[in-house]
């Protein structure tokens, strides 16, 4: 059983991270400033309020838990924001990743998994996006993380870290036992926002463009359930303390959804309407992004077994109206 450091432990998918080590006995060391994070999601081990940019405090906690591998999840994730903010995406992206590798380092810490995005892709047409498409991220935020991958492919030639960067399509869903999920201030999230919606907290969903090249004009994305993600999660940090490195996979349900059905399939299984209003396309979305995880299955034997649609919005509805969401 191994001691694992967990960046952004006390976000989203972070806090499923530690949630799911504790429960297959592993010991989730939570590593979160706390600025998107909350100390209530991060139960399942130490806790410790570190900021990546600090690498004096990240250092001083390799030395007091000494770690047996790490989860990297901490970092800015917002596409809109990105290309407003670059100076910041670029800075807390790269020079956190830059001390939490320097650490591992001078710890001998070899395995990494990292949470990487399909943003890194771009623009694909129809297709589904395989692991070898060409890299070109529209968006400062795809930058960002596709430059974390190149660090970490030399940081594996150099220095003998071992890495598994995980291309995620968009996270949905929460905790089948509603014990955790996503709550984010202000929520920017298509799902949460249509949900929302339907539950009556807000007036209606803004449709983020209507002229997409896709088959009803808006966007079209791969959502899959973060229970079945950080099943990805555990199977890579198993190959990667058996000595494999250079993993670099697709975790995406491998079923495209557009803004119009997922506003559709919230109103079936909620039974409530959900109106929408138009509005300007946001900056950074790519029209169609859809993954081909086939390399996922044979590298990591990895199948999503949760992440149909409706399946993802009855567990993010039923973590959105219990208690522990508001606490
Ligand atoms: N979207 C939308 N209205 C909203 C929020 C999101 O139309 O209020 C669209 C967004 O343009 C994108 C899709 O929903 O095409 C998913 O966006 P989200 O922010 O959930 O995830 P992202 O793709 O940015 O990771």
């Not at 450091?5 to 806090?15: E, M, R």
């Not at 955790?180 to 919606?197: A, K, M, Q, S, Y």
């Not at 983020?208 to 950080?230: E, M, N, Q, S, W």
């Not at 199948?303 to 509805?317: C, H, Q, Y």
Request: with cysteine; net charge negative; hydrophobic share 45%.
């Amino acid at each position: 059983m191994a001691v694992v450091l967990v960046t952004g432990g006390a976000g989203y998918v972070g806090s499923h991270a530690c949630k799911a080590l504790a429960r297959a006995g592993h010991t989730p060391v939570c590593v979160d400033n706390l600025r998107t994070g909350w100390r209530d999601l991060a139960a399942f081990g130490p806790f410790e309020q570190v900021d990546l940019m600090d690498a004096g405090a990240l250092e001083n906690v390799f030395g007091k838990y000494k770690p047996d591998a790490v989860m990297h999840f901490a970092a800015l994730s917002l596409v809109g924001e990105s290309v407003a903010r670059p100076d910041l995406y670029h800075r807390v992206n790269i020079t956190g990743s830059l001390n939490l590798l320097d650490a591992m380092r001078a710890h001998g810490v070899a395995p990494i998994v990292f949470s990487s995005t399909c943003a890194i892709y771009g623009e694909a047409g129809d297709e589904d996006l395989t692991e070898d498409r060409p890299m070109a991220p529209e968006s400062p935020y795809g930058a960002s993380k596709l430059a974390v991958e190149r660090i970490l492919s030399d940081y594996e030639a150099a220095f003998g870290l071992r890495c598994a960067a995980l291309r995620y399509f968009n996270v949905a869903g929460a905790d089948p036992e509603a014990e955790i999920g996503e709550r984010h201030d202000p929520e920017t999230h298509l799902i949460p926002i249509t949900i929302e919606v339907a539950l009556g907290e807000r007036e209606n969903l803004s449709v983020f463009g209507k002229d997409y090249p896709t088959p009803d004009g808006t966007c079209v994305r791969d959502y899959v359930h973060v229970a079945d993600l950080i099943d990805a999660h555990i199977l890579a940090l198993d190959k990667l303390m058996a000595g494999e490195s250079g993993i670099r996979v697709n975790i995406g349900a491998g079923r495209g959804y557009s803004v119009a059905e997922v506003a559709e399939a919230v109103a079936r299984v909620s039974g409530k309407p959900v109106a929408t209003v138009d509005a300007p396309r946001r900056a950074g979305d790519p029209p169609r992004l859809v993954a081909d995880h086939s390399r996922a299955t044979a590298v990591l034997g990895w199948t999503p077994t949760r992440s149909a649609l409706d399946v993802i919005i009855e567990d993010a509805l039923r973590w959105r109206v219990s208690p522990r969401f508001a606490a």
